[in-house]
């Protein structure tokens, strides 16, 4: 085993306190979860109309301060459907992270739109604004219609799609100014960031459509699951509307006046969802109490750095972060080693562009994200760690 990766297993483990198999993240289940789907069973109400989906909205909605919080079979769908609120169509161009999981690529082309690739910053790992606001210098034009335009393929460039990346939320304030400035609609895809806020603002409040997740893998699980938050009274009632098939709402009649989907949340998996917001702060509390425990120890060892958090943000530590010192090409041998020590670590995602899917697609120069996926390791980060 390299030495570096003995070192982080040792962390790891002095601060986890087990000695055997440690996962990347599993879900904690302590509140009333059975019950509500006890609940669900008894009265056979399982699909999608029910008790359990109204509520959760109603939780998120409280929780992050937007006005309409819209459940879905998942993460993926709420993205879908929040860029399809936002108005975005074929053959626009929809800037966005390189880094970043493959669901934020992928529904952008289900809306025939293109992916536009841009860079992130080192410190957080989320679009940086600086190269940003250089590129849109570079390459964007305001035309008298009002819209920007890439000057290199004559395509509107329509939105700006962010990720808070592994909780850690993106600058939001300098992002929208440059948004403001090109008339580009921001767009939050704020899967990993339930429970952090900028500014006291929850991330997914400050575009004008956004989307959560509730997979397996998240801070919070409904088993599989997402939703799209939104302030904008039109857009709400058109995702509601073209969520559910877009079915007219006529007695006795089946009429849909709109090409739709079927992406809502069924009631069961909104039963889970209740019960794990009723718990969410206990979650939450766990998590900031493990990165502290993590930040601490780590600061003894040389070769890795613990990522630190934002000024005036709040992280949900959804997952906890190492960052090799240089750059280099150990990473996927040390993470190899950890793994094999029953300790579960990840990298971060290849890079978009480095799919074959998205390779042709447009991008700036993505030189901190091809160093940074070099350099990034994900840690054991499950609320109930400490428990
Ligand atoms: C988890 C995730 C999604 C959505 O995933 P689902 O599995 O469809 O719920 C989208 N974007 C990012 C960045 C994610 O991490």
């Known amino acids: 085993m390299l030495d570096i990766a003995e070192n982080i297993v040792l962390a790891i483990r002095d601060v986890v306190k087990k000695n055997n198999e440690i996962a990347l993240h599993t879900p904690y289940f302590f509140g009333k979860e059975k019950e509500y789907l006890i609940h669900c069973i008894d009265t056979s109400v399982v699909s999608y109309i029910g008790q359990y989906v109204t509520n959760f909205e ?67 790992l989320c679009v940086c604004p600086v190269k940003l606001a250089e590129y849109l210098n570079e ?109 007219v709402p006529r007695p006795n009649r089946f009429i849909h006046d709109d090409i739709g989907y079927n992406y809502r949340m069924p009631n069961v998996n909104a039963a889970i969802g209740c019960a794990q917001m009723e718990n969410f702060d206990k979650i939450l509390e766990l998590k900031g109490l493990l990165a502290d425990k993590y930040k601490e120890r780590f600061s003894c060892l040389t070769d890795v750095e613990f990522m630190s958090d934002k000024p005036n943000t709040k992280s949900n530590y959804w997952l906890n972060t190492i960052v090799l010192r240089s750059s280099s090409n150990v990473l996927h041998d040390v993470i190899r080693d950890i793994n094999q020590s029953g300790v579960q670590v990840r990298p971060a995602w290849d890079p978009m562009h480095t799919l074959l899917t998205y390779s042709h697609c447009p991008r700036s120069n993505l030189a901190n994200t091809e160093e940074m996926f070099n350099r990034v390791i994900n840690i054991p980060s499950s609320a109930h760690l400490l428990s």
């Open 58 to 124: 109603k939780m998120l909605q409280e929780y992050t301060g937007a006005k309409y919080a819209i459940a879905t079979v998942n993460g993926t769908t709420a993205l879908h459907l929040s860029l399809l609120g936002a108005g975005i169509s074929a053959n626009q161009e929809v800037l966005m992270p390189s880094f970043t999981f493959v669901a934020t690529a992928n529904a952008v082309h289900y809306c025939g739109a293109i992916p536009h690739f841009v860079d992130i910053e080192k410190a957080y």
């Open 139 to 247: 390459i964007a034009i305001v035309k008298n219609d009002g819209y920007a335009y890439n000057k290199k393929t004559d395509r509107i460039i329509s939105a700006l799609l962010i990720m808070h990346t592994f909780g850690k939320p993106a600058a939001l304030p300098e992002l929208k100014d440059i948004c403001n400035k090109y008339n580009i609609i921001l767009i939050e895809d704020a899967a990993q960031s339930l429970g952090s806020f900028d500014n006291n603002i929850h991330t997914g409040n400050c575009g004008l459509v956004s989307s959560l997740s509730f997979n397996g893998n998240k801070i919070i699980t409904t088993g599989g699951g997402g939703a799209v938050l939104t302030n904008n009274d039109e857009i709400a009632q058109y995702i509601r509307h073209i969520s559910t098939t877009a079915k």
